[in-house]
């Protein structure tokens, strides 16, 4: 049973681009959540997900992030016009319905330059 | 809003030694987690704790949750090179939420 994917594992993009962030939650799982680990700091929430529905997006910045779960296929964590403060490790975790454990993927590490 | 403190930040053993990391929590403990994160990977999940007073455990891990739910501790029995890596807690901020807080990471070195 795979884990939580996550892809790309490494980005780069240069100032004012855009970023997708790909997670695909683990098989029989129907919760994907984003947290960002900004250098050496601590893992904050981003926002909580289910299929076709935002839960919980108090975490959001309010402007260049946005984050959709569709019917069909993975999460993604889009960032708009990306800025230097935007390099983070951003990790997406699942759970199943009804569960509160939450298992993470491996991360995408952004780099802005 | 909720705080996680963990402590020592940093901690270094001999192989073999025993080693607790605490986390303490200024609100009441809605369900509380145990992860181990290795540099440039994700969380690997250990253990999530409910009740005040549980205590669960795995391989050489064990954590507790106080009966005041409000304070956690980790505890490794005869460590190993393995267990070296950064651990986490992370906490429900309120009954029955999905998002987790989580405390700044313990690196913990294991020493041959």
């Known amino acids: 049973n795979a884990g939580v994917m996550q892809n790309p594992r490494h980005l780069v993009r240069r100032r004012g681009q855009e970023a997708r962030l790909r997670c695909s939650p683990m098989k029989g799982h129907s919760h994907v959540y984003w947290y960002r680990q900004l250098p050496e700091e601590g893992l904050k929430f981003m926002v909580y997900?289910?299929?076709?529905?935002?839960?919980?997006e108090s975490g959001m910045p309010k402007e260049r992030f946005s984050a959709e779960f569709p019917k069909e296929g993975p999460s993604i964590l889009r960032i708009q016009q990306v800025v230097r403060g935007d390099s983070a490790a951003y990790f997406c975790a699942s759970s199943r319905q009804g569960s509160y454990e939450q298992y993470f993927g491996p991360g995408t590490r952004l780099t802005v330059t | 809003s909720q705080e996680l403190e963990q402590s020592p930040q940093s901690l270094i053993v001999q192989e073999g030694k025993n080693l607790t990391i605490n986390c303490t929590s200024s609100k009441t403990l809605y369900g509380l987690y145990w992860y181990k994160q290795k540099y440039g990977e994700g969380l690997i999940f250990l253990m999530m704790?409910?009740?005040?007073?549980e205590e669960k455990s795995h391989e050489k891990i064990t954590a507790k949750l106080d009966e005041k739910k409000q304070q956690s501790s980790l505890h490794i029995t005869a460590s190993q090179p393995s267990h070296a890596g950064i651990y986490l807690c992370g906490a429900a901020p309120l009954l029955g939420a999905q998002k987790l807080v989580f405390g700044q990471g313990t690196r913990l070195t294991i020493n041959p």
């Open positions: 997900l289910q299929k076709e529905n935002i839960i919980d």
């Open positions: 704790l409910q009740k005040g007073g």
